[in-house]
């Protein structure tokens, strides 16, 4: 056959291929094994996100300017890689499983159910804290939040978590009181604000009583309440270089919240006994639950960032979870539940009126 002849019959077959049309993609998928096929279909269904459930391509989003890497970079920085010089590409998703877990386990306590639904962001905590916040939202209405914490032997750690409309780095409270104070002029929306100022402020955790905004303020930076947006008068405060995040024990991935015991919260404003009443003694959730049981809220005070802020706080509750850590119950702005070990490490336990200082 003469090179005109190949061409002539090449010519031909792709008029009759385009006059009967390209396959199409359930034609093309028809070609493949059966076996080929049901493993195509298992996997499809493997993806496919479950509807009611946090799930990553859904529900989990990094701040604006913060990439997964640099959220997970205190994280895997110390984590040791199966082969040396090549990254571990399972830890992109360690952070990721382990919220979807606690949201989950959460979700089905009492005073959390709109976790069930809840979208999140999460953003890293100061420098060298090896922690991140994160922030849920159910119909874009700021619902709770979670602290997150590497422990020292490489795992992760709840050490924090609250409800509420006014969770803890909540930058809609920030820019409320910025609004306030006139250091944003009342022009600028929320997003707009949000764009501009994202990169330039800083979170400053060093436990659940030292939680602040740094924020630019002309040449001068200034303190902000990351709970209640209050602004902090002394402007020289920084935190510990170390800031012992990595030192507490939380909540693990396989830990399960317990029975909580609930009290009803008092008003530490006007029930002040604890301004002239002595401490109690309670070092440990075994010395905690008796007062606890007799229904009436104490009062705990932290003298805050060296002796400058006194911080009393109501105690709604407390629990134990199952195989780990325990936590007590505050009201503040929501409620929050903070690692009982760091509360009594940073502060005091005062009665209400009615609860003798020497009770049980």
């Not at 990553?56 to 110390?78: C, H, M, Q, S």
């Not at 082969?83 to 009492?110: C, F, M, Y």
């Amino acid at each position: 056959m003469n090179r005109t002849a190949v061409w002539t019959a090449a010519l031909l077959a792709l008029v009759v291929w385009l006059a009967a049309g390209p396959p199409s993609f359930s034609q093309g998928e028809s070609l493949l094994p059966q076996d080929a096929q049901d493993s195509l279909a298992g996997s499809a269904t493997r993806m496919k996100p479950e509807t009611g459930r946090a799930s990553l391509d859904k529900r989990y989003t990094i701040l604006p300017g913060t990439r997964p890497a640099e959220v997970l970079a205190d994280f895997t920085a110390n984590e040791p890689s199966d082969t040396s010089g090549a990254p571990n590409t399972n830890t992109d998703t360690v952070l990721n499983e382990h919220i979807v877990r606690w949201i989950g386990t959460l979700a089905g306590q009492k005073g959390f159910e709109g976790w069930k639904r809840a979208k999140w962001t999460v953003a890293p905590l100061g420098p060298g804290t090896h922690g991140w916040i994160v922030l849920l939202t159910d119909n874009g209405r700021e619902t709770g939040y979670l602290i997150v914490s590497a422990a020292e032997n490489g795992t992760l750690q709840l050490i924090e978590y609250g409800t509420g409309e006014h969770p803890l780095f909540s930058t809609r409270t920030l820019y409320r009181t910025l609004v306030q104070h006139a250091i944003i002029p009342t022009s600028m929306s929320y997003q707009a604000w949000l764009d501009s100022a994202e990169t330039r402020l800083r979170r400053l955790y060093t436990d659940a009583f030292h939680a602040v905004w740094t924020v630019p303020a002309g040449n001068n930076r200034i303190l902000v309440d990351a709970k209640t947006g209050e602004i902090r008068t002394f402007q020289n405060y920084s935190p510990a270089s170390d800031s012992g995040l990595l030192g507490l024990h939380g909540a693990a991935f396989e830990h399960t919240p317990g029975t909580p015991i609930e009290v009803a919260p008092s008003d530490p404003y006007e029930e002040i006994a604890w301004l002239t009443r002595k401490a109690l003694p309670i070092r440990s959730y075994e010395e905690l639950t008796p007062y606890l049981a007799t229904g009436k809220s104490l009062t705990f005070v932290c003298e805050c960032f060296g002796g400058r802020l006194t911080l009393p706080l109501p105690v709604t509750g407390a629990l134990r979870w199952i195989g780990g850590a325990a936590f007590i119950a505050f009201e503040q702005e929501g409620r929050r539940f903070v690692l009982l070990d760091e509360a009594v490490s940073l502060g005091q336990f005062y009665p209400t009126d009615g609860i003798s200082s020497s009770f049980p």
